[in-house]
């Protein structure tokens, strides 16, 4: 896969940069490709639209911002309504079912949504919402193997929590769209 | 000799440049930061705050940056090895005590992970605008050594590199990282302790009474003691003689100020560092150093594919400037190019050195992000026009 530019976005405290801190170990430590995490800083980074821009390649990353995602995981209407246009055509779509209510708005995009709020409810604890949608977006956007994703959560979340969360990943990744 | 296996966390890490910077001091065998936090840079010391318990360590947090850059110093002749770490406006406070750790020779690391300025600028945002000022910004003639790293890799790996060049001369290091390198995470393989070559001080092996505090060995370098073992040591900023004491004389002023410098500049072959790429036959030369030397890239790559011939130099160690390799090449090639994330640094040295045989063209920015591509491949374009 040649480089690809995947941009998580949520509201602060929902676990946006631990997404792409796991997508990027997945890929740069278990799938042996190369990849460049930046993180949204300052106050937004404590609470309104917050994000995580992660670029995985099979080559060394030269430039090390994305210009133009063609993945994106949004778990806000805020940041639905703020980086969504960025996405690039024919770009793949992530969202929260019911925090981000998507417009029609005629962009050409692959847009799939999953109710992982729902999800991590069920399984006892909302905060694995993220973990839910790193599930399902490891599914789908197949950037990198299950086996890394799933040993990159694994490792990436607080200890005691990793039943919990690598549950929460599964059922991310089997979920099914009705 | 070899580092410390107790610091060195083995294996492949994702982890951001201010974290990497940390193992690497730890690797290189600091066990003394003191620093006052300040954003982009307050990762290496919140890492060094947890990791150092681990191994030994102490770390201050201080009331600020100009006693953060002088307890790193009373650490040192106390016998540790010592950083301190800051960003722009920290920086700006630290410059007397980086003078007095040129004057008095005491071998110490300095982080600057720079962000937009001036003053307090753009705290979240790089710039690389410390970069006369790291050379320049204390009073009097000195030399530094200062390391620019483009990856979290390079933090880990050019920490040490600044450790080990600080001791090897004792002079003040500095790892001028940038806002976009400190916080970019990416893999990090730290090697095995046995894997890393440490430069220990240079400690004096002879007895108290014929020890000399400034005496400087055949590179000019004199061997340090420890404060407390028996030594006669006198530290000064004051101009002073081979035994320490201030001496007020042209003379010994001269004979001093001419050492500090020469220490340097004679060993420069040895101190500077460059990378290069496709310098044979070029006609454009894109000098570039930091993070620049990874945005530069997508603009040489197609500059190449229009059929130009483009070399790429990347600094490494920025100072001491590697002026003969920069004299040579602008009898060489047509131009040069220079990206850097202020409005015009680096370029001064390029030109100086370039003395008037070819053009060279910066592509300045003021920082808060990093250069498009897109500005630096019209730059090589142009001056691959030129003439």
Known sequence: MARTEIKIGGFGGQGVILSGYIIGRAASIYDNKYATMIQAFGPEARGSACSAQVIVDEEPIAYPYITRPTMMVLMSQEAYTRFSPELAPGGLLITEEELVSVRTTGQDVRHLSIPATRIAEELGKKMVVNIVMMGYFGAVARVTSKEALRKAVEVSVPKGTQELNLKAFDRGWEYVPA | ?387
């Open chain 2, 1 to 387: 000799m070899n580092a410390d296996p107790k610091g060195v966390l083995t294996g492949a890490h994702f982890i951001d440049g201010d974290h990497a910077c940390c193992e690497g001091a730890i690797a290189a065998g600091c066990r003394f930061v003191a620093g006052y936090p300040i954003t982009p840079s307050t990762e290496v010391v919140e890492r060094i705050a947890e990791r150092f318990p681990y191994v030994g360590g102490v770390f201050i947090q201080m009331e600020d940056e100009i006693a953060s850059s002088i307890a790193i110093q009373g650490a040192v002749w106390a016998g540790k090895k010592a950083m301190t770490v800051t960003s722009g406006p920290g920086f700006s406070l630290m410059m007397e005590h980086i003078g007095l750790a040129a004057m008095t020779e005491t071998p110490c690391v300095f982080v600057n992970v720079q962000r937009a300025g001036p003053s307090t600028g753009l705290p979240t945002q790089p710039a690389q605008g410390d970069m006369m000022q790291v050379r320049w910004g204390s009073h009097g003639d000195y030399q530094i050594i200062a390391v620019v790293p483009n990856s979290p890799q390079e933090c880990f790996d050019f920490t040490i590199k600044a450790f080990n060049l600080s001791e090897q001369y004792r002079v003040p290091a500095f790892v001028m990282m940038d806002e976009c390198v400190g916080h970019m995470t990416e893999r990090v393989v730290i090697p095995p302790a046995e894997q890393i070559d440490i430069v220990p001080r240079r400690w004096f092996k002879g007895t108290p009474d014929a020890y000399e505090p400034y005496r400087a060995d055949a590179d000019l370098v004199p061997s340090m003691v420890k404060a407390g073992d028996g030594f006669n040591i006198h530290v000064t900023g004051l101009t002073h003689d081979e035994h320490g004491y201030p001496n007020m004389s042209v003379a010994a002023q001269d004979k001093l100020v001419h050492r500090l410098r020469e220490k340097i500049t004679r060993n420069v072959e040895s101190i500077v560092e460059y990378r290069e790429d496709q310098i044979e036959g070029a006609d454009v030369v894109v000098v570039t150093y930091g993070i620049t030397s990874r945005t530069a890239l997508p603009a040489i790559a197609r500059a190449r594919r229009d059929g130009l011939k483009v070399g790429h130099l990347r600094l490494v160690v920025v100072w001491p400037f590697p002026e003969q390799r920069i004299r040579e090449l602008a009898s060489r090639v047509r131009a040069f190019v220079v990206p850097e994330l202020n409005l015009g640094q680096i370029v001064l040295e390029v030109e100086r050195c370039a003395a008037g045989k070819v053009p060279v063209r910066l592509v300045g920015h003021t920082g808060g992000t990093v250069h498009q591509p897109d500005d630096i491949y019209q730059a090589i374009i142009t001056s691959g026009k030129g003439r």
